[in-house]
């Protein structure tokens, strides 16, 4: 049985979110604060973690960084701060998913599921790489080069780059890489502004001027080919 740990300061949103979980099959664990969070799920390893930001003491983005130095675990931010800078300070402490209060248990379950399938290992190694200009590809490993250089991409980084170079070339709308890359038949297209944003950083020689990862107005992001 998968096993959510809840770190979360509200009793009765935790309450609400244990019993909910617990409804949809899950094995929940629960911890008001950040610190007892973070003992708990070093004792008693979770396979997700959801993570409120306004915690007393240690905020949530100091535990998510203390969660990603010790642990892999997906990490999904479950707060009532939904301004842009919260969603890309989450994502960049180490976050693989926001999600704005209130949220629907059936919505959140959906994610979850998800969140595991795309955080899964690929069972199945392909033979060759993909190379497209200075940027070379290798999906059965995990691995992003530029120029020689192995890149230090997120699980998520890399699934978007892998995406959008299958189909370089071609544009994908937000709704088209929310579904493809997350699994999501709707959601914050935030979600794929940020990433975009975080992935420009690493495969653009001038992120504010980017040339590979390009934004096609009113239509979405286009990976150019060489």
Known sequence: MVAVLVIEDDDRI???LAMALEDEGYTV???A???EGLVRQRREPADTVLVDLMLPGIDGFECIRELRRHDEVPIVVVSARDDTHDIVAAL???ADDYVVKPVATKELSARLRALRRRTRPASVAEPRPTVLGELELRPYAGEVLLRG???ALTRTEFRLLCELAEHA???LS???LLARVWEYDYGDERLVDVHVGRLRQKVEDDP???VRLVTVRGMGYKLQRP
């Open 14 to 16: 935790r309450l609400s």
């Open 29 to 31: 664990h629960t911890a």
């Open 33 to 35: 604060t950040a610190e």
């Open 174 to 176: 937000r709704q088209q």
């Open 169 to 171: 070339g071609q544009v």
């Open 208 to 210: 504010g001027n980017p």
């Open 149 to 151: 250089e192995l890149l």
């Open 92 to 94: 960049e402490a180490g």
